[in-house]
């Protein structure tokens, strides 16, 4: 069974092209997959992510459940709004899905889950709730567009009326708020300014179509890809799934372990932290000319790794990717593309931030 999102139509009759994404119909351009990246990187873009669920969890004890179900610390979320990005593990410590969590009142907290993970999530979200007398509850009637780039706040602002458009406009980054029918969050997955829009699925037409009309550009999941590439946003299910620590996946700085908070899968990230974490995630740059893939070889010095991510990076006019080595690994290191070993400069992501190329990637 291929899902749709409420907007499914409208993407059909702008002639994006459609293709199955994690059993979701969804577009992967409308036309120029280059020009809708610059588009986001220049002035702004919007996506359809309405194939992402929304999930809000209810209840007394809800923060406390939280403290337990997840690697980040919820106990940093203490402004109505805020939000943590964080992954869910399971108990030996490999990531189930990486989310967002907002809070919203001290009975009520909503997670963002991804599209192909939302129904495993669910079941190990309940699973581990029972006997918490909270309330969980997917908000599949939400739609999402996730607004985003130098001019994203500018123009969404401009949609709203006055009152509005003045909380809208002076939320921080990773701040949230509901603003009359839409939950308006300063998140995105680009690595530019924005919003991304929760509202009813019924409202999702008009509001998409006032959006282009005032100047904000479609754009599908291929673009959104090159994006948070060049951004050094990991992609679940390439760059880690439930065989991969947060500790291996470059995601270390998203796990709270200050305290004795007793969070699903720490004991195996101690350990796995005394012996040693086997493997370094990092960023690199084809010197040469070629297209790194997610599953290339990467050759090094104390044994091969492999890359978990790559493309063209429309910004910086290069190859980039990003995967794991061996953690004793040298600095120099090749890719085995067809057979042929090409140089790779290992750099740190992300690779670009705010339309420019990041220091010590050119």
Known sequence: MTFKTPLNETHRAAGAKMVDFGGWDMPINYGSQIEEHHQVRTAVGMFDVSHMTAVDIVGERVREFLGRLLANDVAKLQQPGKALYSCMLNEQGA?????????????????????????????????????????????????????????????????????QAEVAGALKPFFAAQIGDLFVARTGYTGEDGFEVALPGDQAHEFWDRLVEVGVAPCGLGARDTLRLEAGMNLYGQDMDETVTPLEAGLAWTVAMTDDRDFIGRAALEAQKASGVPWKFTGFILEGRGVLRAGQRIVTDAGDGALTSGGFSPTLQRSIGMGRIPANAGGSCQVDIRGKLLDLRVVRPPFVRNGAACEGVL
């Not at 009142?105 to 889950?113: D, G, K, P, S, Y």
């Not at 669910?122 to 567009?145: S, T």
């Open 95 to 163: 990531v189930i899905d990486d989310l967002i969590t907002y809070f919203l009142t001290a009975r009520h907290f909503r997670v963002v889950v991804n599209a192909g993970t939302t129904d495993k999530d669910l079941a190990w979200i309940r699973q581990q709730a029972e006997g918490w007398d909270l309330e969980i509850k997917p908000r599949r009637e939400l739609a999402m567009i996730a607004v985003q780039g130098p001019r994203a706040r500018e123009v969404v602002c401009s949609l709203l009326p006055a009152d």
